[in-house]
């Protein structure tokens, strides 16, 4: 789900950067209000959560990867704020170190991936867990379900901003100056291998890690899990 270097032009790339800025700024302060004492050891293994499961990316038609991202599993154990710091901070570690995702492109990945993912993911999950009790199975199940669709979700907002590109710029004969594939390409590719493997790789990674954390530490979920 990494977007390359060259692959969105400068009024998207521009205008996600535009977008971050204050949302990292933002989420920088309520996390800080937020995140409980005992809770800042695990945000740092949060970050390095996410760092190794995105690092197992598959290369997908089209020019970007698909893969695991952990974003979810981060907001429902730490709370949404946490998530976006965590992935973010993955993210431009990957971008500028290991050349995962372009450098133009970080505040594109990171909108898909450290926002829309775990805030999607925990408003999922708090919905479908709403009154269940604190260890019960409805939770596994929630946690599933949101790292499932929220990937996909992520996922999607990917494939529209790489399509829209042949139609934001191009020659004068229309070749594209970026992205080659319009959103008749893009979606469904992306769509495809997230609903049929890395949504389920996600969902099930979220669920297991959730489950566990439920039988052996439930007190770290008090932070963020309220209900």
């Given at each position: 789900m990494h977007i390359p270097d060259g692959y969105l032009g400068p009024q998207t790339y521009g205008s996600l950067w535009?977008?971050?800025?204050?949302?990292?700024?933002?989420?920088?302060?309520?996390?800080?209000?937020?995140?409980?004492?005992?809770?800042v050891p695990f945000l740092a293994i949060g970050a390095a959560f996410s760092f190794v499961v995105m690092m197992f990316n598959i290369p997908a038609p089209g020019g970007t990867t698909g893969h695991a991202v952990g974003a979810t599993l981060v907001a429902i154990v730490l709370g949404p704020w946490a998530a976006m710091i965590t992935t973010s901070i993955a993210l431009i570690v990957q971008a500028?170190?290991?050349?995962?995702?372009?450098?133009?492109?970080?505040?594109?990945?990171?909108?898909?991936?450290?926002?829309?993912?775990?805030?999607?993911?925990?408003?999922?999950?708090?919905?479908?867990?709403?009154?269940?009790?604190?260890?019960?199975?409805?939770?596994?199940w929630a946690a599933g379900l949101a790292g499932y669709l929220s990937l996909n979700?992520?996922?999607?907002?990917?494939?529209?901003?790489?399509?829209?590109?042949?139609?934001?710029?191009?020659?004068?004969?229309?070749?594209?100056?970026y992205c080659p594939y319009s959103l008749k390409v893009t979606v469904p590719v992306m769509l495809t291998e997230h609903?049929?493997?890395?949504?389920?790789?996600?969902?099930?990674?979220?669920?297991?890690?959730?489950?566990?954390?439920?039988?052996?530490?439930?007190?770290?979920?008090?932070?963020?899990?309220?209900?």
């Open positions: 535009a977008v971050m800025i204050p949302v990292w700024s933002w989420a920088s302060r309520q996390l800080r209000r937020t995140l409980a004492a005992r809770q500028l170190l290991f050349g995962d995702g372009g450098i133009t492109a970080i505040g594109a990945n990171c909108f898909n991936m450290a926002v829309l993912m775990p805030l999607s993911g925990y408003a999922i999950y708090r919905l479908c867990s709403w009154r269940a009790f604190r260890n019960g199975k409805r939770r596994i979700l992520a996922a999607l907002s990917t494939a529209i901003e790489l399509g829209v590109q042949p139609g934001l710029a191009h020659r004068l004969d229309g070749t594209p100056l609903l049929l493997l890395f949504g389920w790789i996600e969902g099930v990674l979220t669920a297991v890690v959730v489950a566990y954390l439920l039988r052996t530490d439930p007190a770290v979920f008090l932070g963020s899990d309220r209900s």
